[in-house]
């Protein structure tokens, strides 16, 4: 306990940055999953205090997320009544406590980082895109909306322009406002003053955005802020009231069949975004810290089991609010739990000041962020590593902002392999000569994707030749490789070809190779 304290200078502030930026998205992907909009705040507080508790991961942030949206609208929309809903919730997080113990973990490691590294650019980007028309007061879609094609039938691009039709001049004037006091916060002489490391610049903006907001409204007119440019959160009256927000699941749906595929669907896509969303974070921690997969699996799977039971939308690791978390100077997971405490005591106290927080000040946090993830540095960075980096890199960021985050992330996983396929395929088999002189080398694993390159080099040998054929730096060779050779083996004598093969010195190597060694044919 005394060293998850042992940051908190560090780890409070980043808190309240996280609070801030979480409230918004909590209620955003509640409304745009048609669930009550107090279970997104329930996935939050969950997600913070809970899972918080009990990850290992350093500086991930878990809440209620926009990829699992779609699933959440169909499966309410499907099943009976909404707490059958999260009788699906709850056993969606019992399977992931199971993928947990059976170590399933793994499975992100095998994400290439030039695909890592395209999500996160394509996440910043993301946010740059969508939240720039709440900067200027149009908040006609929810706040965290991550996907292309939008319910109102515009897409990411067309709303841009959709919502200059709609500007706000008071909503302008803080989000410019709010965006210069975080790019000030940035400059050196502002960073390196020992006062100003113990205040965030989020928090700076939202207060100073508040305040402007209440000038505008003492002026009227246009400069005056409509009601939907605010935070919304649902106020109580009294306790029983608050008591009221919470739902249970209904048991007697336990033998629904479609509430045991949404269980097993909400398992599946929660596991993969939050282990690709740990793997993200991790290479962006600055004290390369590990996170262990397992363990966070199995908190991630209590989460949603907790949040299932307390009537909470489906929890994973999320990369937008985990990347506030370190990009505020985050240090440890106190800034996590803290940041859950913190939603449930604004909901509890405060509702109505928070209620007075104007959305544009919020995009401007969030757009700041966004750059932060996908500055042009990163693009050149990937340039300078060639090709094989480069466009997987690419192809990730465009497939997930014309689509969604795990589309884009298994597009970008094919175009890395291609690339990787494509290495091997050169790299596996050398083949050089000098006049009638041929040397073929096998090196690493030969797949029988080098079949045709072996077959097409060996045909074209002229006659009266000497190929050597070594096979002494080879792993493995695919039994159609091996085909290949001795087909042509059997038939170089009647070209007047002399071959000579190379052996590996160990016997097991020699027996996998399986070459046979015909007449007139000298081993080396």
Known sequence: MKNLFRNAAA???????????????????ALGSGAPLFAGIIAGIVGGVVIGSLSGSNLSVAGPAAGLTAIVVVAIGKLPVYEAFLLSVVIAGVLQVVFGFIKAGIIGDYVPNSVIRGMLAAIGIILILK??????????NFSGDE?????????????????????????VIIGVVSIGILLLWDLPFIKNKALFKFIPGPLVVVITGTIISIGLQRIGGHWDLASNHFVSLPVAKDLRSFAGFFRLPDWQYLGNYHVWVTGLTIALVASLETLLSIEAIDKLDP??????????????????????????LPITSVIVRSSANLNAG??????????????LLSVLLIPGLLNAIPLSALAAILIMTGYKLAKPTLFREFHSKGWDQFVPFVVTIIAILLSDLLIGILIGIGVALFFLLRSNFRSAVMIVHDQNKYLLRFRKDVSFLNKPIVKDKLESVPSASYVLIDLTRADFIDKDVV?????????????????????????????????????GIKAA
């Open 330 to 343: 985050a240090r440890s997971r106190l800034s996590t739990i803290t940041h859950g405490m913190l939603l």
């Open 483 to 519: 085909d290949v050779i001795n087909e042509f083996m059997h038939h170089a004598h009647l070209k007047n070809i002399r071959v000579e093969i190379r052996k590996s010195q160990y016997k097991t190597a020699h027996q996998a190779v399986g070459i046979q060694e015909n007449a």
């Open 147 to 171: 996907a292309f094609f939008q319910v109102d039938r515009k897409n990411t691009f067309s709303e841009l322009l959709y919502s200059l039709n709609f500007l706000s001049l008071g909503a």
């Open 131 to 140: 939240q720039l028309p709440h900067l200027v007061g149009y908040d006609r």
């Open 11 to 29: 780890d409070i502030p980043s808190a309240v940055v996280v609070f801030l930026v979480a409230l918004p998205l909590c209620l955003g992907i």
């Open 287 to 312: 004290y390369n810290r590990i996170t262990p997969t397992d363990r966070e699996l199995k908190a991630q799977g209590l989460g949603n089991l907790i949040s299932g039971m307390l009537g909470g």
